[in-house]
C-alpha cells in the first residue's frame, strides 16, 4: 500500500520560507521520481518541482531561483525547501509519485503567504 503523507505547510508572510516534507511508504523510494504539485483555489494543479533517482531536478519557471527540491533515501523523504515566498505560491501543494502505472498522491498541505 503505497503511502505519501506531506506536512510543513502553514501561514507565513511574503519573503518568508517553508521546508515541506514528503514521507513515502509502500514503494521502493530510491528508485522512484518524486514530485511536488500544488493546486490554488479555481485553479488546475500544476507540477511545482521534480527529482530523479539520480538527483536530476527540474522546476517551474515561477520558482525557480526560490523553491529547491531534494531527497533523502535512507528516511524515504523527499523535500521542498520554499525561499522568498510570494501570495501567488498560496495553494494546497501535494507530493506525489508512482508505482505499476499508477499515480499516487499525498493528501496535501496547506502553504498560505499573505502580504
Known amino acids: 500500500q503505497v503511502q505519501l503523507v506531506e506536512s510543513g505547510g502553514g501561514l507565513v508572510q511574503a519573503g518568508g520560507s517553508l521546508r515541506l516534507s514528503c514521507a513515502a511508504s509502500?514503494?521502493?523510494?530510491?528508485?522512484?521520481?518524486m514530485n511536488w504539485y500544488r493546486q490554488a483555489p479555481g485553479k488546475q494543479r500544476e507540477l511545482v518541482a521534480g527529482?530523479?533517482?539520480?538527483?536530476?531536478?527540474n522546476y517551474a519557471d515561477s520558482v525557480k531561483g526560490r523553491f529547491t527540491i531534494s531527497r533523502d533515501n535512507a528516511k524515504n523523504t523527499v523535500y521542498l525547501q520554499m525561499n522568498s515566498l510570494k501570495p501567488e505560491d498560496t495553494a494546497v501543494y501535494y507530493c506525489?509519485?508512482?508505482?505499476?502505472?499508477?499515480?499516487?498522491w499525498g493528501q496535501g498541505t496547506q502553504v498560505t503567504v499573505s502580504s
Open positions: 509502500g514503494i521502493i523510494f530510491s528508485i522512484k521520481t
Open positions: 506525489s509519485s508512482s508505482k505499476s502505472g499508477l499515480v499516487y
Open positions: 527529482i530523479t533517482s539520480g538527483g536530476g531536478t
